[in-house]
């Protein structure tokens, strides 16, 4: 007998099957005979058959006989009897078993078995008959003579594992034998169903889909039809299409808009989406992507155009004339971002449209004062409910240009808190090396920013990070000279407040009196915005007047201009009518320009207390500590009186904040008057740092000091000796006014300022 391993086929007994020759002839090694018995052992699943044990056999198996050979030399096998297999071993490839005779348990009788086996039969033929297949099936079907051949016949079609397998054969009760085959087969016929179900549903959705498709087609063919009949009328998408086509952006930017417009044309304009989708759709095609060509610059032009809009301001005018210069030959944008800094009205802002229009390109203005949160700069993400673009992309697409004259004003006045470091995010910005591939949160895509023109402004350069300073060439506006606001005044300021006002020219007349007149004594700062509004007023009023027909033309004079201005509101501090011990006039610099200003000292009865009073900074109070000392040391005799008595040192217009350096040469010759009795001579003015050791160091915003002390009537001015270089930028008017005496030390001062006891000016 034969004994063959065997799985993942199901055996049942009285069913011929066929096998080839060589099925057996690995396992006798000599021909079949017919008669030959054969013991098929059941393997269990996962196993080969070169790596069997006795564990991996089930312990029921089947015995079966061969009947002969066909044709093809098959060997034909009809199965007998279930066996219980006993004593299985391998040794050297080979089994060796025992079999017995495994009973079953006859609970149906043969009408029943005939009964059962016709109604499969039956449900089968019903549900092969739809197919293609079915008359192959169905000769198939009626072919088997039994439900264990039926099944067997099936079993490669059931997807049935080696254990449902062998649960069938191993059942002892026929009954449940039928049962389990009779559910494979109609779970067999349901999953057949089902899936052919599923495949007519995905067959009828494609068919929709392509339905569907091809409308789509045809709607979109009529629509451009009609968008080229009625361009009025066009759809969004169309719309956006046309635009993105002729946008000329980037990969990624295209590759994004047409992500969102097949977004936009799916969810359809009921979507709540829609909007935002069609904002953000309309912003990426309003920006201009394409580069133009640099066009040739005309230097003389500029030039013309500069004078023209801007009276004085000679260095800032060369150093904008040198950047141009650059362009021009490099034919592209280069050189530093410019930052203006300088007080307010000096024209930071205006002369950036000045540039623009010499250029030939684009202007935009954007305000970034109290700007706190760092999305103002790169924009909200498109997941934020209210997202926006940033400033920066906002101001790209309101100039409709990628090549803008951009002017970034008040970066001293960007804040930092919570919502991030908006100082930080322009950096990008503001980086060559980086501004080419600007990404806004928004936009989500790269924009070039590299061809933009920056030009920054900042009333002072103290609040700026220094990151931010460093990618910034600094240029000083000084402020502006009487002389110069006069012209302003005439040249500019005035004629655009009468057109304002619709006066014309041979309506009001303003004498050059009246307006030096309101220039000195109506204004105080370094610039011409408090000029301009005074201007406005008097046209105003002249308005009223000219209305009244009071006068067909009225002229202003210094007699009448109270009339039209009321009562001078400013009093600037002027000279000392004489010296005073212990009262000294210094120079200090404003955000509203430069102002002389009083030291005043005074020995009180006490006990060698020092007092100090008009709200001096921690600077400043250090400044007092170090004059103090510097002149008990060049004074040893003279300081013995401030132990026995109290020292009170006052800067007047108490209400004003004061804080800097600038005030120690002021602060040592105050004490030294003080001290030695000999007043200071009224038409002197000094500014500069002290040391320890008596020198004299430089300090900042010498021009807009001068100019203050010019306007004063101060004659003689003592600076610091380092700071002789800065006097270039120090107009020529002011300079013919004023002498100007450098120093290193505070002797020199202290030697030419301090007048004898009986000296009186």
């Not at 050979?69 to 009897?81: A, C, M, P």
């Not at 095609?285 to 394409?290: H, I, R």
């Not at 309101?518 to 308005?543: F, N, P, Q, W």
Request: glycine fraction near 6%.
């Amino acid at each position: 007998m034969i004994i063959r391993p065997i799985h993942d086929i199901l055996l049942l007994p009285d069913v011929s099957y066929y096998f080839r020759k060589e099925f057996f002839k690995d396992w006798t090694g000599e021909d079949l005979d017919t008669g030959t018995e054969i013991l098929f052992a059941l393997m269990k699943e996962g196993k080969e058959v070169s790596e069997m044990t006795e564990e991996d056999f089930y312990p029921i198996g089947l015995l079966a006989r061969i009947e002969g050979f066909n044709e093809d030399d098959n060997v034909q096998v009809r199965t007998l009897e279930r066996v219980d297999i006993e004593d299985l071993e391998i040794q050297d490839g080979y089994i060796t078993a025992s079999a017995a005779s495994r009973p079953e348990t006859v609970d149906m009788t043969e009408g029943e078995e005939k009964e059962q086996f016709g109604q499969l039969k039956a449900s089968l033929l019903k549900f092969v008959q739809g197919y293609q297949w079915g008359l192959w099936a169905r000769s198939f079907i009626l072919q088997r003579k039994n439900i264990n051949d039926l099944a067997c016949a099936l079993a490669d079609y059931l997807n049935l594992d080696t254990d449902a397998k062998y649960a069938i054969l191993a059942a002892d009760s026929v009954r449940e034998r039928y049962e389990l085959i009779k559910k494979a087969i109609h779970e067999f016929i349901e999953i057949a169903k089902v899936s052919e179900e599923a495949q007519n549903a995905h067959k009828d959705n494609q068919e929709q889909l392509y339905r569907e498709a091809a409308i789509k087609k045809q709607i979109d063919y009529l629509q451009k039809e009609l968008d080229d009949m009625h361009p009025e009328n066009m759809s969004d998408v169309r719309k956006f299409e046309k635009k993105i086509a002729r946008s000329g952006m980037n990969k990624e930017a295209k590759n994004e808009a047409e992500k969102v417009l097949n977004r936009m044309r799916q969810e359809g304009k009921e979507s709540h989406e829609y909007g935002l989708l069609y904002d953000y759709l309309d912003f990426v095609t309003s920006l201009s992507w394409k580069t133009p060509k640099m066009p040739s610059i005309d230097l003389e032009k500029a030039e013309e155009i500069l004078d023209e809009d801007h009276y004085g301001l000679k260095k800032v005018k060369e150093r904008i004339i040198q950047q141009l210069a650059v362009m021009a030959l490099n034919r592209k944008q280069h050189g530093s971002i410019l930052l203006f800094v300088g007080p307010p009205g000096t024209g930071k802002t205006s002369i950036g449209q000045s540039i623009a229009k010499a250029l030939g390109r684009a202007y935009v203005r954007i305000s970034l004062g109290g700007i706190r949160d760092e999305a103002e700069i790169r924009g909200h993400r498109r997941t934020y409910i209210g997202a926006m673009p940033g400033r920066i992309m906002e101001g790209m697409k309101r100039s409709g240009a990628s090549n803008p004259v951009m002017v970034l004003d008040e970066v001293d006045k960007l804040a930092k808190d919570y919502g991030g470091d908006p100082a930080s995010a322009l950096l990008e910005v503001l980086d060559p090396e980086q501004n080419s591939t600007f990404t806004d949160h928004y936009m989500n895509v790269p924009y070039d920013l590299s061809n933009v023109l920056f030009v920054c402004t900042a009333n002072t350069t103290d609040t700026i990070p220094e990151p931010l300073l460093n990618r910034m060439e600094v240029i000083n506006f000084p402020g502006y000279t009487a002389v110069e606001k006069f012209q302003i005044a005439r040249r500019h300021l005035l004629p655009k407040a009468m057109e304002a006002m619709g006066i014309k020219s041979d309506m009001l007349e303003i004498e050059d009196a009246a307006l030096q007149k309101i220039i000195d004594e109506y204004t105080m700062e370094s610039g011409v915005r408090s000029l301009k509004k005074h201007l406005d007023t008097l046209c105003r009023t002249a308005a009223v007047k000219l209305v009244k027909k009071e006068n067909e033309k009225l002229v202003v004079t210094t007699a009448n201009l109270a009339d039209y201005l009321g009562k001078k509101q400013l009093q600037h501090e002027k000279k000392l009518e004489k010296g005073i011990p212990g009262v000294v006039t210094g120079l200090a610099w404003t955000r509203a320009g430069g102002e002389i200003l009083f030291i005043e000292s005074k020995l009180t009865k006490g006990k060698g207390n020092l007092l100090i009073t008009g709200q001096l900074g921690d600077v400043m109070k250090e400044s007092v500590q170090i004059a103090l000392s510097l002149v008990k040391g060049l004074y040893p005799k003279e300081t013995a009186v401030l132990e026995k008595n109290d020292l009170h040192i006052h800067v007047p217009a108490g209400a004003v904040p004061k804080d800097g350096p600038s005030a120690g040469i002021t602060l040592v010759t105050a004490l030294a008057s003080l001290v030695t009795g000999r007043p200071a001579d009224p038409d002197c003015a000094m500014t500069g740092e002290v040391s320890l050791r008596g020198g004299v160091m430089p300090i900042g915003g010498l021009p807009e000091k001068l100019m203050a002390a010019q306007r004063a009537g101060i004659s003689r001015v003592y600076i610091p000796a380092e700071n002789v270089d800065d006097l270039d930028e120090v107009a020529e008017e002011v300079k013919e006014k004023l002498e100007i005496i450098p120093v290193k030390t505070v002797t020199e001062v202290l030697d030419r300022v301090l007048l004898s006891k009986e000296t009186e000016k």
